[in-house]
């Protein structure tokens, strides 16, 4: 009997400084399909949890995680930084998973699935991305906050936001636009030949559509295409819409496994 992929058992790893990553890792055939969360999101949202029913009932291997200081995980959130959730991704990755990989990134994600694409070249064949946010510090976040927001983030170190998705707060740290810059990727080619696919809504508050453009402008794959969905908001979690990344997955898996 199938155990339901929604309950799939928690599994935890230190990251090597005491903070425990949390996962659920799925078995099944290649390549694996490793979904990555947004800010301040989590790997129980609901793109995550219809990619595991449906890569369950293809027989398809699946890792998800929460990064540091989001969900499951342990660690503050104001202690994260780009840098410090790309190696939370890479240290999952290096130890739950074998063999070539197709990463899923929503948002944030996408931005970490492609510094995972450029740290681990050998290993990810293959990329989907969804309201990709690459840079998001500089152009969103920054670029949101009025000159009181900013006084304050320089002075205390920090600042909080209000959220349109919940009732928490966006607390935004000076580390975390410091080191945003120094991980910026729209400012020169992207250097990844596999296979990208981008799902954007043009109906996003938060992610400008035309980013999408900027993304496969800067990656030297030839093998990227976009999908423009003209009523799409940021979440892209509608039944039309989680039917069309399942079905771009299935898409990628089929070209990788050639």
Do not use: N
């Not at 990755?93 to 740290?119: I, N, R």
């Not at 799409?232 to 989680?242: C, F, I, Q, T, V």
């Amino acid at each position: 009997m199938m155990r339901d992929p929604a309950t799939a058992d928690i599994q935890r790893l230190d990251r090597g400084d005491g903070v425990a990553l949390a996962y659920r890792r799925q078995p099944g055939d290649g390549p694996t399909v490793v979904f990555l969360h947004g800010f301040m999101s989590d790997m129980g949202g609901g793109k995550a949890e219809a990619l595991a029913g449906h890569l369950a009932a293809r027989g398809q291997a699946y890792v998800r995680l929460d990064c540091s200081g989001h969900g499951a995980s342990g660690g503050a959130f104001t202690d994260g930084t780009i840098g410090r959730w790309r190696d939370d991704v890479l240290a999952v990755l290096d130890a739950a998973t074998t063999g070539p990989l197709l990463l899923v990134g929503s948002s944030m994600g996408g931005w970490l699935a492609l510094l995972v694409a450029l740290a681990r070249p050998e290993r990810v064949a293959g990329l989907v991305l969804l309201a990709a946010a690459p840079d998001f510090t500089d152009w969103g976040l920054f670029a949101s906050l009025d000159e009181a927001q900013q006084a304050r983030l320089a002075r205390d170190g920090q600042v909080a936001v209000p959220s349109a998705y919940g009732p928490d707060p966006y607390v935004y740290t000076r580390a975390l636009f410091e080191d945003g810059a120094r991980h910026r990727l729209l400012d020169k080619p992207i250097p990844f030949a596999g296979p990208v696919r981008l799902l954007q809504g043009q109906r996003d508050p938060d992610v400008p559509w035309r980013l999408a453009l900027d993304i496969a402008d800067r990656l030297t794959s030839d093998d990227v295409r976009i999908q423009l969905l003209k009523d799409g908001d940021h979440r892209l979690s509608r039944e039309a819409d989680l039917a069309l990344l399942c079905a771009t997955v299935d898409e990628l898996t089929a070209t990788l496994r050639g």
